[in-house]
């Protein structure tokens, strides 16, 4: 088992020494946190690769002081402790130094699988359009080394997802149109039926009208034929009257007999 790390360009022999010793440790505790001093350069691919080399170096680092530490840590907790405290300090804690140095480019990848990774599938125009902004806000993105990566598949997933709303667009186009169709129908349903009962409103006028005229004419006719009725009653009635009339010799006796009832339709009243 070898006893030497080597995290970029520093190599650490480890001994016991070198873990129970307060001021050494603290020492190679500065030298990790040295490692923020590096610039590399992410708008290379060389430079990603680069600093992802320290990552592998780190964690191999840990690994062998682990084996290193691990025969020791049966005698107290101090060595565990500053095993810790390095570990924590290089790659598993919060704030380590390895993830604050990759930081960058852990987060254009991490964009760059989310962009990949894009649901092309949208049931609104809304939630197209919220896509395709959010879409055109990554192309300012600090893609580092990414960027023709990022800025290519950013158009890809556009026109792609374009497409669809060209498809929703046409399809909620025919939605409308037949909507419009449906709700065209129902008016011109409801016209018809106002003009069915309007008609029918009409011809019950005019049939009721035409009922009151011929009721009207009916009594017309009654009241003519009862006109007619009487004129010819009066007629008779004064001709009867004339022909008894024309019996009596003078008017004494023509009194008395009508006083006496024996002339029709006259009589005399006292």
Not at 118 to 139: C, H, P, Q, V, W
Request: proline content about 1%.
């Amino acid at each position: 088992m070898t006893n030497e790390i080597q995290i970029y360009n520093s190599k650490v022999v480890l001994d016991k020494q070198l873990i129970t010793d307060q001021s050494k440790v603290d020492a190679f505790l500065e030298e990790i946190k040295d490692l923020n001093n590096i610039v590399f350069d992410f708008s290379s691919k060389e430079g990603i690769d680069e600093a992802k080399k320290l990552k592998t170096q780190a964690n191999k680092s840990v690994k062998i002081l682990k084996e290193f530490c691990e025969p020791f840590e049966a005698e107290g907790k101090k060595i565990a402790n500053i095993r810790s405290k390095i570990t924590t300090t290089l790659v598993t804690g919060k704030d380590n130094i390895i993830d604050k140095i990759l930081y960058p480019v852990n987060e254009a990848e991490k964009k760059l699988k989310y962009i990949k990774e894009t649901a092309l599938s949208f049931s609104t125009i809304d939630e197209i359009n919220y896509k395709l902004d959010e879409l055109e806000g990554l192309k300012s993105f600090d893609w580092l080394a990414y960027k023709e990566e990022a800025l290519k598949i950013i158009t890809l997933v556009s026109k792609q997802i374009l497409l669809q709303k060209l498809e929703l667009e046409k399809a909620e186009e025919e939605k409308r149109k037949e909507e419009e169709k449906r709700r065209f129908e129902r008016e011109e349903q409801i016209k018809n039926q106002a003009k069915e009962q309007e008609r029918l409103r009409i011809e019950n006028e005019l049939r009721l009208k035409s009922e009151a005229q011929a009721l009207l004419l009916e009594k017309e006719k009654r009241e003519e034929q009862q006109r007619v009725n009487d004129v010819k009653h009066r007629r008779k009635i004064n001709d009867e009257i004339l022909q008894t009339l024309n019996n009596f010799q003078d008017n004494k006796s023509l009194i008395v007999e009508i006083a006496r009832g024996n002339v029709p339709h006259l009589y005399i009243k006292y």
